[in-house]
C-alpha cells in the first residue's frame, strides 16, 4: 500500500515528508482507541494499556526494523515511496534527476548497517524516552497543582524511630523496610522535580530544532528534515519505479537466506519454517491492518468529539 503526494525529482516535497513524521502519532492514537474498546469488554487488554509506551515502542520496533532491513526507509517513509539514502548519495541522485540528458544511471547505495542502527535508534527509542518524560511531567504538574489547591496532606514530619522499641527484631525490620521505602519515595520525587524543571526546556529545544529544520526544508534551504537525519548523514529521497520493482526480489532474496540457515531435524526445519511463514504473513499485512485502524480512527473521531 502506497501514498502518494504530488511532486517531481527525487527530493519528496514538503507535505510528504510532514505525513511521514505525523503517521506515527496518528497510529498511535488509534491502536490506543482500538485496544480501550476492546478492554471493555475483554479487561486483561487493560494491561496493555496500563504498558502503553512499552507495547507501542516494542511494535515499532519490530516495524522499523523490518521497514529498514528491506526498504531503507522507516515504517511511514515506506508507505509514501520514500527512501533513506547517504547523504552523498542522495545528492547524486538529485544532480541526476535534474540532468535527463545524462547517460549514467542514478546511483543507488543502500544505508550502511550503522545508520540502520542509529536510524532505529532515532525512530523508536528517542520518542519512548519522550514519552516517558512527558507522562512524568504530567504527573509532577499535577501533583503540583493538587498541593497548590488543597495543601499537602502527607505527614512530612513524622519520625518513625520515635515509637519503636530498640530491642524488638520485629521494630528494627520495620523500621528498616519503612526507612528503605521512604528512600526510595524521596527519590522517586526528586526525580520527578528535575524532570518537572528539565523537561519543559528539553522540550521548546527540540520542538525549536524541529521547526527550524523544516522551514529551512519548506524553503528548500537544506536537504536535511530533521535533526535527526542531519546527525545521521542521511537524506529522504522518493525511490524511483526500479527500485520499488527490486524491493519485492530483495524481500524474497531475504527470506530465502533465511530459511536456508534453519538448522535441526526435518521436524524441526519444518516447525521453524512455518513460524517463520507466519511472521512473515503478519509483516506483509501489517501495514495494511495498521493504516486501516488510522482510517476507522480518523472516521470515527468526530462522532466521538460531539
Same mark, same amino acid.
Given at each position: 500500500?502506497?501514498?502518494?503526494?504530488?511532486?517531481?525529482?527525487?527530493?519528496?516535497?514538503?507535505?510528504?515528508?510532514?505525513?511521514?513524521?505525523?503517521?506515527?502519532? *496518528?497510529?498511535?492514537?488509534?491502536? @490506543?482507541?482500538?485496544?480501550?474498546?476492546? =478492554?471493555?469488554? &475483554?479487561?486483561? $487488554?487493560?494491561?496493555? /494499556?496500563?504498558?502503553?509506551?512499552?507495547?507501542?515502542?516494542?511494535?515499532?520496533?519490530?516495524?522499523?526494523?523490518?521497514?529498514?532491513?528491506?526498504?531503507?526507509?522507516?515504517?511511514?517513509?515506506?508507505?509514501?515511496?520514500?527512501?533513506?539514502?547517504?547523504?552523498?548519495?542522495?545528492?547524486?541522485?538529485?544532480?541526476?534527476?535534474?540532468?535527463?540528458?545524462?547517460?549514467?544511471?542514478?546511483?543507488?547505495?543502500?544505508?550502511?548497517?550503522?545508520?540502520?542502527?542509529?536510524?532505529?535508534?532515532?525512530?523508536?527509542?528517542?520518542?519512548?524516552?519522550?514519552?516517558?518524560?512527558?507522562?512524568?511531567?504530567?504527573?509532577?504538574?499535577?501533583?503540583?497543582?493538587?498541593?497548590?489547591?488543597?495543601?499537602?496532606?502527607?505527614?512530612?514530619?513524622?519520625?518513625?524511630?520515635?515509637?519503636?522499641?530498640?530491642? *524488638?527484631?520485629?521494630?528494627?525490620? @520495620?523500621?528498616?523496610?519503612?526507612?528503605? =521505602?521512604?528512600? &526510595?519515595?524521596? $527519590?522517586?520525587?526528586? /526525580?520527578?522535580?528535575?524532570?518537572?524543571?528539565?523537561?519543559?526546556?528539553?522540550?521548546?529545544?527540540?520542538?525549536?530544532?524541529?521547526?527550524?529544520?523544516?522551514?529551512?526544508?519548506?524553503?528548500?534551504?537544506?536537504?536535511?528534515?530533521?535533526?535527526?537525519?542531519?546527525?545521521?548523514?542521511?537524506?529522504?529521497?522518493?525511490?524511483?519505479?526500479?527500485?520499488?520493482?527490486?524491493?519485492?526480489?530483495?524481500?524474497?532474496?531475504?527470506?530465502?537466506?533465511?530459511?536456508?540457515?534453519?538448522?535441526?531435524?526435518?521436524?524441526?526445519?519444518?516447525?521453524?519454517?512455518?513460524?517463520?511463514?507466519?511472521?512473515?504473513?503478519?509483516?506483509?499485512?501489517?501495514?495494511?491492518?495498521?493504516?486501516?485502524?488510522?482510517?476507522?480512527?480518523?472516521?470515527?473521531?468526530?462522532?466521538?468529539?460531539?
Amino acid at each position: 500500500m502506497l501514498f502518494q503526494v504530488g511532486g517531481q525529482g527525487s527530493r519528496p516535497t514538503f507535505f510528504e515528508m510532514a505525513a511521514a513524521q505525523q503517521l506515527p502519532a *496518528s497510529l498511535r492514537a488509534a491502536l @490506543t482507541y482500538s485496544l480501550g474498546v476492546f =478492554a471493555l469488554r &475483554r479487561p486483561f $487488554l487493560h494491561r496493555l /494499556l496500563d504498558y502503553e509506551h512499552e507495547s507501542f515502542a516494542l511494535l515499532m520496533l519490530v516495524l522499523e526494523t523490518h521497514s529498514l532491513r528491506t526498504t531503507d526507509a522507516s515504517f511511514a517513509e515506506s508507505l509514501y515511496g520514500l527512501r533513506r539514502r547517504p547523504a552523498n548519495v542522495a545528492l547524486n541522485i538529485h544532480a541526476s534527476t535534474l540532468s535527463p540528458d545524462s547517460d549514467n544511471p542514478p546511483p543507488n547505495s543502500p544505508l550502511q548497517r550503522r545508520q540502520k542502527v542509529l536510524s532505529v535508534v532515532f525512530l523508536v527509542v528517542l520518542p519512548y524516552l519522550k514519552s516517558k518524560l512527558h507522562s512524568i511531567y504530567n504527573r509532577e504538574r499535577e501533583a503540583r497543582l493538587q498541593a497548590t489547591l488543597w495543601g499537602d496532606d502527607q505527614n512530612e514530619g513524622f519520625d518513625a524511630t520515635l515509637s519503636f522499641e530498640e530491642d *524488638s527484631p520485629l521494630s528494627r525490620a @520495620t523500621l528498616d523496610s519503612d526507612s528503605n =521505602a521512604s528512600l &526510595r519515595e524521596r $527519590l522517586r520525587k526528586r /526525580l520527578q522535580k528535575i524532570v518537572g524543571f528539565c523537561y519543559p526546556w528539553l522540550h521548546a529545544t527540540t520542538e525549536g530544532l524541529q521547526f527550524a529544520y523544516q522551514l529551512l526544508y519548506l524553503l528548500d534551504a537544506t536537504g536535511y528534515y530533521s535533526l535527526a537525519l542531519h546527525a545521521l548523514g542521511i537524506q529522504v529521497c522518493r525511490a524511483t519505479g526500479q527500485e520499488m520493482m527490486d524491493t519485492s526480489s530483495r524481500i524474497s532474496k531475504i527470506r530465502s537466506r533465511e530459511r536456508e540457515r534453519l538448522r535441526g531435524p526435518q521436524w524441526l526445519k519444518t516447525l521453524q519454517g512455518a513460524l517463520l511463514s507466519c511472521m512473515y504473513t503478519v509483516l506483509d499485512y501489517a501495514q495494511t491492518g495498521l493504516i486501516a485502524a488510522v482510517f476507522f480512527f480518523k472516521v470515527r473521531w468526530p462522532f466521538l468529539s460531539s
